[in-house]
């Protein structure tokens, strides 16, 4: 039996996101051993430039072997013991799976939240943290699901103030957002690969601070997840070496190429290619008459969210993106299903090809639903011109 063959899809949905061909090239290198001292010098090389795209001078700086809810996972099976208080920031699907996840570890959580498509409040941040004296505070900065983007510039010292950890979620905005882990005083910052980093899912990029490397030290039982637990973990990332599991040796070719490509363009370049091209594909969406779901000041870059015109079958037409166009975007989840489209300008994705393609696909398929809207492509360029 054969198997057809897969199409070249246009990734412009929550991801994954396009991976570059040297990163793909990078995957089908000779498989060696996990402990082969070339190996261990891929791994040296991973860490640092791991320091560099979450700007950290930070020890323990690794990727965990899983996708990036293993990177929320490790953050909080590590810092929380049973009977501990964690705040949690919630205003999106992810910001629920940090308080699902801190319960089943025998926390007790206490949620800020906000309305889903807005940033969560400050004040109702410090109060909580005030009245709670936590063992940590975690948030997304990046939240997929809605496209808000959370500041973080106080929270750091906000959340020291209280003696609590801050623990970042930066699945969707590492490497294509700032996202300064020392300057924001973030304790623990994870992401996933297959986002702005444009490599294959599989590995979640994680930092610990020493403060929270300390509280790993100071904790009163066991790890509840031995697969998970730092200080095994980083024996075998640090000068040890020693045995805890057989690493995914592709995918660590796949992410130093990917973090190669990040160091050659400029991590600030970077930043200021995902911001155009996001300004770009907004204001071809807006002359197209079509809104934007997230307030100007609180939008991401990498995952833009339209409000879907009134009448229009939401999964109709994604569908004909991907058959006419060969372009996946993504729809929403939870109270947003139905209501928003989800589109993805990540990493490799994020280009203006891209942005000018995905214009004109909406537009002849919202065509199609009987919507008649003007071309956005025209104002689109006006931006990369000025």
């Known amino acids: 039996m054969t198997t057809p063959a897969l199409p070249a899809r246009i990734l412009l949905g929550p991801g994954p996101s396009p991976v570059d061909a040297r990163v793909l ?25 791991l320091r560099y795209v979450f700007q950290t001078s930070n020890r323990l700086t690794i990727p965990i072997s899983g996708t990036g809810s293993a990177g929320m996972e490790a953050a909080l099976v590590n810092l929380l013991e049973p009977g501990d208080t964690a705040v949690i920031g919630i205003h999106g699907v992810f910001g629920e799976r940090m308080a699902d996840m801190a319960e089943r570890l025998g926390a007790r959580v206490v949620s800020v939240r906000a309305e889903w498509g807005r940033p969560l409040d400050l004040e109702a941040i410090e109060d ?7 063992r940590l505070l975690a948030l997304v900065h990046a939240e997929t699901s809605t496209g808000v983007h959370q500041d973080l510039k106080n929270l750091g010292r906000l959340a020291h103030r209280y003696d609590a950890l801050l623990v970042v979620d930066a699945v969707t905005s590492l490497g294509g957002m700032p996202v300064r882990v020392d300057e924001y005083g973030i304790d623990v910052c994870y992401s996933g690969t297959q986002k ?40 075998y990332w640090g000068a040890e070496r020693s045995y805890h599991h057989t690493a995914p040796i592709s995918m660590i070719y796949a992410l130093r190429e990917a973090l190669r490509l990040v160091r050659e363009e400029g991590l600030e370049a970077r930043w200021r ?51 006419h166009y060969n372009i996946e975007i993504g729809g929403g989840l939870g109270p947003l299903k139905g209501r928003i489209w989800r589109v993805g300008l990540m990493g490799a994705g994020s280009t203006r090809e891209n942005v000018m393609l995905i214009l004109e696909a909406l537009r002849e398929s919202l065509h199609a639903e009987g919507i008649h809207c003007p071309s956005g492509r025209e104002a689109a360029e006006r931006v990369y011109q000025a």
Not at 25 to 49: T, W
């Open 196 to 235: 702005c980093l444009s490599c294959p899912p599989g590995l979640a990029p994680i930092t610990f601070s020493e403060r929270a490397v300390e509280r790993l030290g100071t904790r009163r039982r066991k790890i509840q997840s031995w697969y998970l637990d730092m200080s095994l973990i980083e024996k």
């Open 273 to 323: 290619r995902h911001e155009l091209n996001h300004r770009a594909f907004v204001a071809g969406i807006e002359a197209m008459g079509l809104e934007m779901f997230v307030a100007r000041e609180h939008r991401l870059w990498s995952l833009n969210t339209v409000c879907i015109p009134e009448g229009v079958d939401d999964q109709r037409l994604r569908k004909r993106l991907l058959t």
């Open 128 to 134: 909580a943290l005030r009245r709670e004296r936590p």
């Open 25 to 49: 090239r990078a995957m089908s290198r000779p498989v060696i051993g996990h402990l082969d001292p070339l190996f261990l010098d891929i791994m040296d090389e991973v860490q640092e430039l």
